[in-house]
């Protein structure tokens, strides 16, 4: 009987429930999508820079779990918060409270069981999707990842039941101690108390202090090293929560100081309500801040990770092909190529010395890298004599790089010996000539330098014997290139996976969290219509309110993943390489979620005007 | 005397025309000038609220037409009614229906803030509003902070601030013990009295509408009768008394048709 009675009520209320089911299919997705990924260990293995360091994997899926723990008991408080009057009107008519409470655990199993069932199918078709955009973009196959994978099924089920079990029962043990009587008036109790400021001043200027010592520390990383990335996690995060603690409730009290603004229209009736919200969701905005900047930084990471490839390999090869003995075809295609700078070398090689041209080196003396400035330069013209000291021929440093770039497929084989021509001349062995070749922009060709490899294989063959290019490779910096792309395109895809999952759970819990409490609100907005206010000075005010509240995380959590990409710097060189690309993409995100709250939230309050 | 309200011929049907149809209020007329205090009374289902919910605009009439203060209702957009509401009608509801997340000060400025009026003007008329109403002390409080006879007080001093054409009462003592809605009547009584205030109260409690300068009985969504007073407000309270008895008795004996 309570059942039936129970369904009656789900179906009175099945707008409500279908944001809920909704946001749970979601989540379900995205904790699947990130399971596939951090338990895929061969996956990982093979495609990330950091598969040493696979803890990194086991906080994300703690972090993960406990937002979804979170998002999971916002979302049954606001299922309860719809279905309080009702359940006290069961209680009056004698249905005990064990009884109700059994039927609300019920009620939110299967809506569990529902959403897995649709949200692993969506999970599953969300893989197959980013993981295409992600291949075709990125142009690297990930032959490891499957979109379907049975331990991922298996775990993503068992953690949200159990997660729904402990939510429930937390929530049907709190309606167990509610009095029948506060249930039925649920909708007319103001829960709301207001506190007066303690020790406001002493949390701001700690709060100031904390965050200031947590950016000095990220701005100064390179400085600081090990100390930093100890204290800037700490301290930032300690300075986020007190600030959030302190400083809200004064800002808005700020504002209800000026008079002229506040007694103006419903000024007031919002700034009242911001009040009262920004006091009761302190924690959560200070938390939702914290994770936008950990998920907002770990798409821009990923960006810049993707991005060191090119530039690192920009910095350690300063010309973007060294053609072995170039065929009439090599040379073809190198002519479509827009080219800077190319030289020819010769190199004789008999069993012990690699033999270089001094007339020829001194003629056209490549760029290389001077280790002591860091700039690129052309090396000086080699001396008349150059010593011989323990079979190693003393030359420049710089001259030791040069020789490296004119051939980097041999240089490391044997001694170099350079010499004058007339000498070269009279030197038995094989000749190789070399054709070094430099673009603008290595990036723009890469399909052209992957062709030209393919021709030197054949090269390769000859000049090596047993050189085999199906499991043999020839220092290149392509071939050099495609190895560090192709770990940076893991780490690529593992933070903008991660990242997007932290962003939606995040965002989604923000939007439960402020719905819960919009049946409490209902009775206000509709005094204020029995009062005069005009509707769509209602609606303003619930779309000022809404802003305010999502903006404060989201100014500061972009503010730190500002300033904490500086924390890359240690391995990246250009930490915020099209940082405004994550940031675009937390802002479609979160702005997607405030217009969705705004609409929800009035669809809540003022549908039955 | 000026009329303040007119109800011609007014109807209001709920649901579809036909099936299941309930007509809660049915060709109603009835008139009231400024500066009188007019009960409305009638047992339970009598219609007494609907006829409110009209008269503030709140509820559309099905029939019939609603003057106020000169002005027709009937024909309004949501819009236009809302700013009628906000210029021409005072609230005054049984919850309060204060403002949980406003100070007193705030929520009795609120009909003052909606016409955009000046911060001195506001802190004036507050401060005088709520000296007469005597909450004056209470501004800075918050309505949790306050009993129910004070809230009703704020709801009084936000209800009269913007000096409205009529200022409506729905079971203003409902939810007040009877010393507090003593005061609060009588307070009602005395701004009727002194400042001229048109105030029309739907009421269930006698004591309440023997402060009233005329009584309207609703029977069935009809107009029953209506009652002035005679002599001392003890005597009136007997009258009612007497009427709410016989109109008790006649339901009881079949009367509805």
Known sequence: ?609 | MKPILHAKNISKTYGKKGTAAYTAVRDLSFSMNEGEFIGIMGPSGSGKTTLLNMVATLDPVTEGDITIDGVSVSAMTEDQLSDFRAERLGFIFQDFNLLESMTVFENIALPLSLRNAEVEEIQDRVLQVSGIIGIGELLENYPAELSGGQKQRAAIARALIHEPALLLADEPTGALDSRNAETLLDTLAELNAVRNVSILMVTHDPRSASYCSRVLFIKDGKLDRELVPSGTREAFHQEILTVLGDLDRRSGAGGRA
């Open chain 1, 1 to 609: 009987m309570i059942l039936k009675l129970a369904l009656t009520g789900m179906r009175k209320k099945r707008r409500d429930y279908l944001i809920l089911f909704t946001g749970l299919i979601i989540s379900v997705a995205v904790f699947y999508m990130f399971l596939t990924m951090s338990l895929n260990k061969d996956f990982i293995a093979r495609n990330s820079v950091i598969n040493h360091i696979q803890p990194v994997f086991l906080v994300g899926t703690v972090l993960l779990s406990v937002t979804t723990f979170f998002y999971l008991f916002y979302t049954n408080s606001f299922l309860l918060s719809l279905r309080k009057k009702e359940f006290g009107l069961y209680g009056l008519i004698g249905v005990k409270k064990q009884q109700i409470g059994r039927v609300f655990r019920l009620e939110t199993l299967v809506i569990t069981i529902g959403a897995l069932v649709i949200g692993l199918a969506l999970g599953v078709l969300l893989s197959r999707v980013v993981s295409w955009l992600l291949m075709s973009g990125l142009d690297v196959g990930f032959a490891e990842f499957k979109v379907i994978y049975v331990p991922a099924v298996m775990w993503t089920a068992v953690y949200f039941l159990i997660a729904s079990f402990i939510t429930s029962s937390v929530h049907s043990a709190r309606l167990a101690k509610t009095p029948i009587i506060e249930l039925l008036r649920s909708d007319v109790q103001s829960e709301r108390v207001v506190k007066k400021p303690t020790l406001t001043a002493l949390q701001t200027m700690l709060g100031v202090l904390f965050l200031g010592i947590g950016y000095l520390s990220l701005y100064f990383m390179e400085q600081l090293r090990f100390i930093g990335l100890f204290t800037a996690p700490v301290t930032t995060t300690a300075g986020t929560y007190l600030l959030f603690a302190a400083l809200l409730p004064v800002i808005v009290r700020k504002w209800k100081r000026n008079k002229k603004a506040n007694l103006r229209g419903i000024n007031a009736f919002t700034s009242g309500q911001l009040n009262f919200r920004l006091s009761s969701l302190k924690w959560v905005l200070a938390t939702i801040a914290m994770l936008i900047a950990l998920s907002a930084g770990a798409i821009a990471g990923g960006f810049a990770f993707k991005n060191d490839a090119f530039l690192s390999i920009d910095r350690s090869w300063q010309y973007d092909a060294a053609l072995y003995n170039p065929g009439s075809a090599e040379i073809a295609l190198l002519a479509t190529i827009p080219l800077q700078e190319q030289n020819s070398f010769h190199v004789k090689q008999d069993d012990t010395y690699l033999y270089y041209v001094r007339e020829e080196l001194n003629a056209a003396p490549p760029l290389v890298t001077d280790w002591e400035t860091y700039r690129v330069v052309r090396p000086e013209p080699l001396p008349e004599n150059m010593k011989i000291e323990d079979d190693y021929q003393i030359i420049p440093d710089n001259w030791v790089a040069a020789l490296e770039t004119i051939n980097p497929a041999l240089a490391g084989t044997k001694s170099f010996r350079i010499v004058p021509l007339e000498q070269y001349e009279r030197i038995t062995g094989e000749e190789v000539s070399i054709l070094l070749a430099r673009t603008a922009d290595f990036s723009a060709y890469l399909q052209k330098w992957q062709a030209l490899e393919e021709l030197q294989n054949d090269v390769y063959s000859t000049m090596m014997p047993g050189f085999d290019p199906k499991t043999d490779a020839v220092t290149s910096k392509y071939s050099q290139f495609k190895s560090q792309y192709a770990l940076a395109s893991g780490t690529f895809f593992m933070g903008f996976f991660l990242g997007l999952a932290f962003l939606t759970m995040m965002a989604s819990i923000l939007m439960f969290k402020i719905l819960s409490g919009a049946a409490n609100d209902i009775r206000r907005y509709d005094s204020l219509r029995k009062l005069g206010v005009r509707r769509k000075l209602l609606e303003n005010s619930i779309s000022r309110e809404i802003l305010i509240v999502f903006l404060f995380p989201g100014v500061l959590g972009l503010m730190h993943v500002l300033v904490g990409m500086r924390l890359f710097s240690f391995i990246l060189q250009e930490p915020y390489y099209r940082l405004w690309v994550s940031i675009l993409i937390f802002l479609a995100i979160y702005g997607g979620y405030y217009f969705f709250t705004v609409h929800l939230y009035r669809k809540i309050v003022l549908s039955h005007q």
